[in-house]
């Protein structure tokens, strides 16, 4: 025993003692003596009670009109609100985003919340002409029923809520599994759903590793979809499992996510939108500025902008409001991104330092680090590091730089810095990606507007916004005859 608490899965509005003995240890990425909670290892049967519950309480909720689903979720939003700040302080602390983040990814969680209030009230179908005379033609839609959700650690509370929250506005019920090192966060996010008293059984919180679980959850009979966000490997797996049922799947997979820079930018902006979209929760996003394509003839006065913007950027510790960078998430994480940039022949361009002192010692810690000119097919420019390291490829003009953004097996997030219309237009027009932007930063995207990705980084469908409805409801068509 570590003295950690040992957290419990949340079935039906009860926390359920897991049926196994098997336990995972939750330490801060900010210091590895600090044992954030004991993690459950999930069995089957713990799946099993979870599904059941969600399954039990999905006719009840499915037929509560919208108006009531929606007043129940905006009650929710307002128990977040009044816990922002013991929200961010455990989120920052389990998964070592800086406070500040913390605290706004708490807020944009209370809007997403509130935004899917509105969107339960919103029509759910469409008059149809009919061919028949006098013949009343339309469309409903209506739930899929029991939705299982398997969110990443990066974003504990947003991308959770960014599923759950039009699931069920729209009538379904869920079972949440999150990231191992994120859980006392999830368990953290099913007390407030109990306490804005959302009915037994339609919030669903099951602990312990995906690879143990995961496909039980996923195989079980009574879900009928799977909302996965985290690596493409894993993704792979779980839309091969959800085909194989003929179940409905989204899947979220990651980016290589590039910043494109014109002769004509604004080059202060661009470098500290750069640095920001790259370093900023030590890089740690599925939208981070992983690459920067830089026309040749501002290299060198982009990349002497781009050293001062990344040196303004403080490393922790997460507790203080100033801090911009943070850990990564574990050991393993750190160990990894580091033999990668031992292991490559470039030297890098600018790497910062970890600072000394007990604050720093026992934390994992990667300084940011920018590569000069890298080609194109290094491991560099290809391979998704999810830390703060930065690649800078040169381009020769606006086709070639489009075409080295486009090099890649994702297409999650772009932006181009210029002042040139005809530019922009053009780079809209062919850049391969789901989130495109234009004189602003990759990462993040508005509560209401559509979020995903293309090739290899999304199975198609988008979540967030209106888009949500696509995935969580299926079409009636209803022909009534006089």
């Known amino acids: 025993m570590t003295g950690a608490p040992r957290l419990r899965h949340f079935v039906g509005g009860d926390w359920l003692a897991t ?53 129940h979720l905006y009650r929710w939003a307002g128990v977040i609100a009044e816990r922002t700040e013991a929200l961010a302080q455990l989120l920052s602390r389990e998964v070592g985003k800086p406070i500040g983040e913390s605290r706004g990814e708490v807020g944009r969680c209370v809007m997403i919340l509130r935004y899917y209030a509105g969107e339960a009230v919103r029509a759910n179908g469409e008059l149809v002409p009919a061919q028949s005379a006098g013949a009343l033609q339309f469309t409903l839609r209506e739930p899929l029923g029991v939705v299982a959700l398997i969110t990443p650690w990066n974003f504990p509370v947003a991308i959770p809520m960014w599923k759950a929250a039009p699931a069920l506005a729209f009538g379904n019920t869920v079972v949440l599994k999150p990231a191992e090192a994120s859980s006392h966060v999830a368990t953290a996010l099913a007390a407030t759903a109990a306490a804005a008293g959302l009915p037994p059984g339609v919030f669903n919180v099951v602990l312990g590793s995906g690879a143990v679980i995961g496909r039980d959850l996923i195989g079980a009979d009574e879900v009928r979809a799977v909302s996965f966000t985290g690596s493409g490997a894993v993704g792979a797996g779980v839309a091969a499992q959800a085909a194989q049922r003929n179940i409905r799947y989204q899947t979220e997979m990651g980016g290589k996510n590039v910043a494109i820079v014109l002769p004509d930018a604004d080059l ?93 010692a026992r934390g994992f810690w990667v300084p940011p680090t920018v590569f000069r000119n890298v080609a194109a097919d290094s491991l560099l420019a290809r391979k998704e590091l999810f830390g703060p390291v930065l690649a800078e490829l040169v381009a020769d003009d606006l086709d070639h730089a489009i075409a080295l953004a486009n090099d890649t097996v994702y297409g999650l997030s772009a932006t181009l810095f210029t002042r040139d219309l005809r530019a922009a237009l053009r780079y809209i027009d062919r850049i391969h990606v789901g989130l495109v932007r234009v004189n602003g930063d990759t990462t993040g995207v508005d509560p209401h507007a559509p979020f995903g990705g293309m090739k290899g980084s999304s199975s198609g469908s988008r979540e967030q916004g209106s888009a949500a409805r696509e995935f969580y409801t299926e079409i009636k068509t209803v022909q009534v005859n006089p």
């Open 19 to 71: 049926s196994g003995d098997r336990w995972i240890t939750d330490v801060s990425p900010s210091d590895r003596t600090d044992i954030v909670a004991e993690v459950p290892e999930g069995t089957a049967e713990d799946v099993h009670l979870a599904v059941t519950a969600a399954r039990t309480a999905l006719d009840g909720w499915r037929a509560l009109p919208g108006p009531a689903r929606a007043e």
């Open 268 to 360: 202060r902006q661009a470098a500290s939108l750069t640095a920001a979209g790259a370093m900023r929760y030590a890089g740690q996003k599925c939208t981070a500025t992983s690459r920067v394509v830089v026309a040749r003839e501002v290299e060198e006065r982009f990349l002497e902008e781009l050293r001062a913007q990344v040196a303004l950027l403080p490393l922790g510790p997460v507790s203080d409001a100033a801090c911009a960078v943070g850990p990564v998430i574990s050991e393993q994480s750190q160990t990894s991104i580091r033999a990668v940039l031992d292991g490559v022949d470039d030297e890098p361009y600018y790497q910062g330092a970890v600072p000394s002192g007990s604050e720093f």
